[in-house]
Every structure is written in structure tokens, then in C-alpha cells.
T-cell receptor, first 116, second 113 residues
Framework: GAVVSQHPSWVICKSGTSVKIECRSL??????MFWYRQFPKQSLMLMAT?????????EQGVEKDKFLINHASLTLSTLTVTSAHPEDSSFYIC????????????FGPGTRLTVL | AQSVTQLGSHVSVSEGALVLLRCNYS??????LFWYVQYPNQGLQLLLK??????LVKGINGFEAEFKKSETSFHLTKPSAHMSDAAEYFC???????????FGGGTRLMVKP
């Protein structure tokens, strides 16, 4: 199956710093990627839909200026958490949509962000 | 709008017993339905999916699910639980190819020896 990677897998940062998370489709091209957030013992909440070459579409309640998404190529989308605060600590998971497969999303392994 | 409800945030079964994880959905159009499994600190792995073909869908690791339109359900079953099945399971729905997934709250499956 299609493989999606995320980097880093775990990051700890100080409050006020910015953190960039990368999501890569390793063996296929993905025009659409999704970013999810998962709090401990909770479900995944869609943050935004990232389309290659265009602006991301954010879900209601997600601050686009805080969570910057860039999808500059067909294999890479990045999520930058700007001026991170402890409440941003969470598990961030990306997925990539495989074309022609009836909406099958392949998920990355996730990135755990801890903001001190 | 689409939504998913998973009854039971925690399910505990004995090794070798039947596994039944419940999922009910709502959708304004014929849905695509999915079950994913998540092991600790990992991403999601697709178990199986329903995309308007056969109503009984077989997936990996011996799991299967049946789409019942009249009950708006897509329950996940496995005849005999293994210890390695202990994980978090998510049911998800989308309203067409390429559309966003909406996840249920998840069910943590625990398997007792």
C-alpha cells in the first residue's frame, strides 16, 4: 500500500517557538492531504484540507494564522504551529489521498508535539 | 452533514471470544464507511472499507463489517479475539470520493488472557 511519513515523530519545544511538521507521500503523488489533531484518548479532528498549489481549507474553529499549511509539491505538505503554547500539545496526524481509490486516505504515523 | 457514533468507548473481551464493535452513522447521501485501527503512538491503519459494493466487507486480520442501510450501522466483528487485537478502533464516514472523513469517538478494545 501507499506509504506516508511524518517528520519529526516527536518534538518538544518551548512556549512561543514555532514548529514545522512534514508529511510526505513516499511512493505516490498526492494532490490532497489532510491534517488531523488528536488529543489524548480522543478521536481525530480534521484541522484542514491541503491541496497542492492552492491555499488550505480550514475547518471551523481552526486558526489559519496559527496553523500554517503549505502544500508546495505533490509529495510534501507541511504544518507549522506558530508561537506554540502548551494547549497546542497534541498528536498531529496527516493523511494523503490516493487518486482513483474511492477516497482511501493513507495515514502517517503521527507527530507528538509537547510544548513546555 | 455526516456523523458517526461508536457505542462503547471501551470494550473488553477474553482471548478467543467474539469481538463486536458498534458503529452507527448519519449521512445525507449514500456513505462510504471505514474502520481504522490505531496502536499506541502510531497513525491509523485501514482495516476495511465499504464503498457501495458488497454489504459484507472483509478486511485484514480476520475482521469484517456489514453495512446495514436500514439500521444505519456498520458494526465491526471478528470471530475470535487475539491479544494482538488490543488497540483503538475508529469508524469513519465520508460522503463521496475525495471528501473529508468524519471519525467516531473511537473504541478501545482490551483483550484479556
Amino acid at each position: 500500500g501507499a506509504v506516508v511519513s511524518q517528520h519529526p515523530s516527536w518534538v518538544i519545544c518551548k512556549s512561543g517557538t514555532s514548529v514545522k511538521i512534514e508529511c510526505r507521500s513516499l511512493d505516490f503523488q498526492a494532490t490532497t492531504m489532510f491534517w488531523y489533531r488528536q488529543f489524548p484518548k480522543q478521536s481525530l479532528m480534521l484541522m484542514a484540507t491541503s491541496n497542492e498549489g492552492s491555499k488550505a481549507t480550514y475547518e471551523q474553529g481552526v486558526e489559519k494564522d496559527k496553523f500554517l499549511i503549505n502544500h508546495a509539491s505533490l509529495t510534501l505538505s507541511t504544518l507549522t504551529v506558530t508561537s506554540a503554547h502548551p494547549e497546542d500539545s497534541s498528536f498531529y496526524i496527516c493523511s494523503a489521498l490516493v487518486g482513483g481509490s474511492y477516497n482511501e486516505q493513507f495515514f502517517g504515523p503521527g507527530t507528538r508535539l509537547t510544548v513546555l | 452533514a455526516q456523523s458517526v457514533t461508536q457505542l462503547g468507548s471501551h470494550v473488553s473481551v477474553s482471548e478467543g471470544a467474539l469481538v463486536l464493535l458498534r458503529c452507527n452513522y448519519s449521512s445525507s447521501v449514500p456513505p462510504y464507511l471505514f474502520w481504522y485501527v490505531q496502536y499506541p503512538n502510531q497513525g491509523l491503519q485501514l482495516l476495511l472499507k465499504y464503498t457501495s459494493a458488497a454489504t459484507l466487507v472483509k478486511g485484514i486480520n480476520g475482521f469484517e463489517a456489514e453495512f446495514k442501510k436500514s439500521e444505519t450501522s456498520f458494526h465491526l466483528t471478528k470471530p475470535s479475539a487475539h491479544m494482538s487485537d488490543a488497540a483503538e478502533y475508529f469508524c469513519a464516514v465520508s460522503e463521496g470520493a475525495g471528501n473529508m472523513l468524519t471519525f467516531g469517538g473511537g473504541t478501545r478494545l482490551m483483550v484479556k488472557p
